[in-house]
């Protein structure tokens, strides 16, 4: 496997993407000028190979490799090399099909390090064991030379060399694990004098000591044992008096009569409540006879008051019609006034159809300008309206998601409302759930820790957010207002009001500054919309501390500010002043009235009560069916807030803007219409005047009588209406009556029904005070037939256990008897009784009866202990035999290649100093197994000591020992960065030429600024650094210089 492409971008001098092709398989040379990027190559190749220790590559941190530390735009280093792979025998395993194999490594700065196999992801595992099965481990590398690697060679000591010899045979990891075994093992062997000095010999004193202890303790237990057997005899005396007192002193008789007492009892209280069930029924029937009159009564009312709407329309068209006819009747009679009084004169009755006429015609002017001006307005309205209806349906499907939301979330608002609604419950049995509610306040202590338990599974309490930037301070998120308040034991009837006056605000995030809240809102990832409240940024209104005087002076403790009834830390104040501060909680609602509407108190604010009643100063009132639970509060939270979002949006005042057209639009339209039949009703009226002028003109005494006749109708039409009117009026009246009367009834029968139910609930409170009576009764009674059982039993088993009694029995409690109780004192056989029960007990826990359980797992443990020892001494054994044995695979091992290193040596030496020879030797009185050294023949005499040679020899010797070492164990790439430093020409060019015909199964990369180096390269590099960058130029060395020789030789033989 050998480098057939490198390509490199952003990798330290390399900023644009450099493709360096045509690598020969053999011998590379780099070379350029310093500080041109030569050795960058080969800090590319070892960072792509997985290098972990950056120093190598002359770098700090990974940033260091990306061109000018990422300052220049270039934020990203990436290096890729095409690997050869044709030879299979020599591929790595799992990659033996693939003709090629391109690796890639990335980092990005502040992200993360990438690698790439054939253009896939992979592990940096993955491609460190690629490497290492061809032998290119580069955290461990015998085929990279750096500069220092040839004076660290000559500082050498004999067991270092021996150590790199060691490694080439792979026998240094046997040392290794070899050294830490004998480590091991010398603790191991610590450990086992220990334990066998002190700890067997403690398990035997214990074992001793404990034997001895058992002796002893089994002698205490005989004794014990003994003294058991007594007391359990005079325990069992005393029982036995204790149950025959119980027998005599009429025990079992007193639980009979006890039984039959509760019976009895039990009986009684039963037929009381099947008594007060069956008045309940009674009750009842009548409430269902009072429902069914109510409901015919709420029919009746119902028709009746249809009648008298319709009667009442009836009278109104009437009234209206009486007087039209009125006026047109005063209009008649004025005219023909006129035109009678000016009947000789002919200007009289020209004057009075003359001011009709003149009339009729300003009606038609003004009517004509009015639609006029309807029908201008109409015009620009439409215009209008073309220009701005696109852009509300533009804006529309902007926040078309908006609006589906918002729809969705007032469906669900609206099928809350439809739920609360659907409860139909009975307005006169509110005083029933009051009570019921005050009943159940007692439980809601008890409640509140389950309900914290589940309070996590809320969804409206999870606030659930990403940190929006690495290093964020969460201590400046408070938390929502739910979460930061609580309410004291001694207030938790009040908890229902103060849900109320927070209402959506309870689901508000309280934070420390609005940059808290930007950040959130921007990067903290919310999964749903919320409010937040910065608090230096709120300015909460609170009630006054007057009107909150003012309130306590009259009603006492009948009122609290909601502020006062939660707790709270000091450094959230401010939030919760805006939610609670501004609200009254009020115990009924006279107080919450009086305080919120009087201007007696002038405290005009907000209450709530404790049912959940909201009065506000406003004139709105809210309650009767409070939020059914938290949800509600929040769909209407999430309504606001979209609500407001809409309102800022172009939407809303596109959507504003065409509503307001359209409405004037309708106005103008309406105005229009009836300016049109203004005028038309006008032009009528002035036609018909204008044929009344001519007929009275042509025919004034006919005219005259006619109009008199149409007087006198007028006059009969408006009697005969006015006594319609007066009828209709008498009909409203006594419809009106009726419904009185019908409402009055229906009064009546509600009050009734108030009566029922309220006699109703006092007998079903009775039924439940004789229920839990019946249970209290039923539980004592099933208690002393228990008790009554267990005394049968008791007599039973005394019977059967003890024979005596029956043939005894008749002189129980008889005086001057063995069994006289009167003249035993019970008390102090009790006494007596404890007494030996007590120490009984005590001698029972001096005993250790598990005893014999511990000598058992003390010896079990002295035997398996034994058998780890021999264990233990068996395995070392055996482990020095492998160590053993392996020492002396490892001396052949070690034998073998120091020979062939040794050979190699000396031949790479003489070819680098022609007539000169080196070897590797041990030391004098000492084995190759403990160390090597050097030594070196100049002119044919054998050197002491390295510091008898020059700087170029000592540098060629240590160059000949690393190139004997890569010869041992070929790798399939070798890297050399500038050994030829401490060189002149003439040896550099030995250790070109050596290069090229030693090593032809490997690929050779070396930098040099020397020509005698990369002259005998094949393939020669050329790095430049221009304008900030650095560039590679290939060069043909090998082929350029064969053709240079040939036309050298051409030439002379022409001229020979």
């Known amino acids: ?67 000018k530390r990422g300052q220049a735009g270039i934020t990203k280093a990436s290096v890729t090399i ?68 040839i004076t660290q060679v000559l500082n050498m000591k004999p067991p270092e060399i021996l150590a790199m010899i060691e490694e080439a045979a792979g026998t240094r990891m046997f040392e290794e694990k070899k050294k830490k075994a004998r480590e091991t093992m010398a603790k191991k062997d610590k450990k086992l004098e220990e334990i066998s000095s002190e700890r067997l010999d403690r398990s035997d004193q214990d074992l001793q000591l404990k034997q001895k202890v058992l002796e002893e303790l089994n002698n205490k237990y005989n004794e014990f044992e003994e003294q058991k057997k007594v007391m359990e005899k005079e325990i069992n005396e005393i029982t036995l008096e204790r149950e025959k007192e119980l027998k005599t002193g009429g025990h079992f008789q007193e639980l009979d009569e006890t039984v039959k007492e509760i019976s009895r009892k039990l009986v009684k209280i039963k037929t009381q409540k099947n008594l007060k069930i069956d008045s309940m029924k009674e009750e009842a029937k009548s409430l269902e006879s009072l429902d069914s009159n109510i409901h015919d009564v709420e029919e009746a009312i119902s028709k009746k008051k249809e009648e008298f709407d319709n009667e009442n329309k009836k009278l109104e068209q009437i009234k209206l019609n009486h007087k039209e006819e009125v006026k047109k009747t005063q209009k008649l009679e004025e005219l023909l006034q006129t035109l009678t009084t000016g009947m000789a004169a002919k200007e009289g009755h020209e004057n009075g159809y003359m001011e009709q006429l003149t009339e009729s015609k300003k009606q038609i002017t003004i009517a004509s300008t009015e639609n006029e ?39 669900e608002i609206n099928k809350f409302k439809e739920k609360v609604e659907s409860f139909d419950i009975d307005p006169n049995q509110e005083h029933k759930y009051i009570e019921q509610l005050e009943d159940m306040k007692s439980d809601i202590y008890d409640i509140k820790d389950k309900i914290d338990r589940l309070s996590s599974q809320l969804v409206s309490l999870n606030f659930d957010y990403t940190d929006p930037y690495p290093g964020f301070d969460k201590s400046k998120i408070k938390g929502l207002v739910a979460e930061l308040i609580t309410i004291p034991k001694d207030k938790i009837d009040t908890s229902l009001a103060l849900e109320i006056t927070a209402g959506g605000r309870l689901y508000n995030v309280v934070v420390e500054n609005e940059v808290v809240g930007a950040d959130l809102l921007e990067h903290g990832r919310l999964k749903r919309r919320v409010t937040i409240l910065p608090l230096n940024k709120i300015n909460a209104y609170t009630i006054p501390q007057n009107k909150i005087d003012t309130a306590k002076s009259i009603w006492h403790n009948k009122v609290n500010i909601a502020l006062s009834l939660i707790g709270y830390d000091e450094e959230v104040e401010a939030a919760m002043r805006l939610v609670f501060g501004s609200t009254f909680i009020c115990s009924d609602p006279t107080v919450a009235k009086d305080l919120s509407y009087s201007n007696k108190t002038n405290v005009k604010s907000r209450c709530v009560t404790l049912a959940g009643d909201i009065y506000d100063p406003s004139g709105t009132l809210s309650g009767g069916a409070k939020p059914s639970s938290a949800e509600y509060d929040l769909k209407l939270h999430q309504k606001s807030l979209l609500d407001d979002q809409l309102s800022k949006s172009s939407y809303a005042r596109c959507k504003q803007m065409v509503d307001d057209i359209e409405k004037q639009l309708i106005e103008q339209q309406e105005i229009a219409r009836s300016s049109s039949e203004k005028l038309a009703n006008a032009k009528k009226e002035a036609k018909r005047i204008e044929n009344e002028m001519n007929d009275f003109a042509n025919n004034k005494e006919s005219k005259l009588e006619q109009m008199k006749i149409e007087l006198n109708n007028s006059k009969k039409n408006i009697s005969k209406q006015t006594q319609i009117v007066q009828n209709c009026q008498r009909n409203v009246d006594v419809i009106q009556c009726d419904l009185d009367q019908l409402e009055k009834d229906k009064h009546s029968i509600n009050d009734q029904k108030l009566n029922i139910n309220q006699t109703i609930e006092k007998y079903k409170n009775q039924i439940k005070e004789f229920e839990d009576s019946i249970k209290e009764v039923e539980h004592d009674l ?121 050979v190699d040596f000396g031949s790479i030496f003489s070819e680098l100093l022609p007539g000169n020879s080196a070897k590797l030797e041990a030391p004098e009185g000492q084995t190759i197994t403990q160390g090597l050294e050097v030594k070196v023949c100049l002119g044919g005499v054998w050197k002491q000591s390295l510091t008898e040679l020059s700087g170029g020899q000592r540098s060629l010797i240590a160059l000949s020992l690393i190139l004997s070492l890569l010869q041992f164990k070929p790798a399939p790439m070798y890297i050399l960065d500038e050994v030829d ?24 990369i070396v930098v040099s600024l020397k020509e005698g180096m990369f002259n005998n390269a094949n393939v020669l590099f050329k790095a430049k650094f221009k304008d900030g960058n650095s560039t590679v130029e290939r060069i043909a060395q090998r082929k350029k210089n064969i053709k240079d020789l040939n036309e050298r030789r051409r030439a002379l033989r022409e001229k020979n």
């Open 1 to 67: 496997m050998r480098i057939q492409e490198l390509i490199i971008e952003g990798f330290k001098s390399y900023a644009s993407r450099t493709v360096i092709t045509g690598w020969d398989p053999q011998f590379n040379a780099i070379t350029g000028l310093n500080g041109s990027g030569k050795s960058n190559i080969l800090d590319a190749i070892c960072f792509l190979l997985g290098i972990t220790n950056l120093s190598h590559v002359r770098a700090n941190s990974l940033q260091d490799l990306v061109y």
């Open 82 to 149: 095409v690997f050869n792979n044709e030879d299979r025998a020599k591929s790595p395993l799992g990659y033996e099909e693939c003709k090629t194999i391109s690796i890639t490594r990335q980092i990005i700065i502040g992200g993360r390090n990438k690698y790439l196999i054939n253009g896939h992801n992979a592990q940096q595992q993955n491609v460190a064991n690629l490497f290492q099965s061809v032998q290119l481990n580069v955290n461990n590398p015998h085929f990279l030379i750096m500069q220092g690697k």
């Open 373 to 411: 001006q309807a029908r201008i307005k109409i015009s620009h309205l439409k215009e209008d309206l073309k220009e701005w209806k696109p852009k509300a349906n533009m804006a529309e499907r902007e926040n078309k998601n908006l609006l589906k939301e918002k729809e969705i979330i007032e469906k």
């Open 981 to 1004: 430093a401490a060189l002149d020409l003439s040896h550099t060019q030995n250790i070109g030429q050596l290069l090229r015909t030693r090593f032809k199964g490997s690929q050779f």
């Open 782 to 902: 099933e208690r002393f037939n228990n008790d009554k059982k267990n005394s049968h039993r008791l007599i039973q088993i005394m019977l059967n256990d003890y024979p005596w009694i029956n043939e005894q029995k008749s002189l129980f409690g008889k005086p001057n008897t063995p069994y006289d109780f009167n003249a035993h004192n019970i008390d102090e056989s009790k006494k007596r009784l404890k007494q030996l029960e007590e120490r009984h007990e005590s001698l029972r826990k001096q005993i250790n009866m598990k005893v014999m359980d511990t000598i058992d797992r003390v010896e079990k443990k002295e035997a398996s202990l034994k058998q780890m020892f021999s264990t233990v001494k068996r395995d070392k054994s055996k482990i020095e035999e492998t160590i053993k044995s392996l020492d002396g695979y490892k001396r052949d091992a070690l034998e073998t290649t120091w020979e062939k290193v040794n």
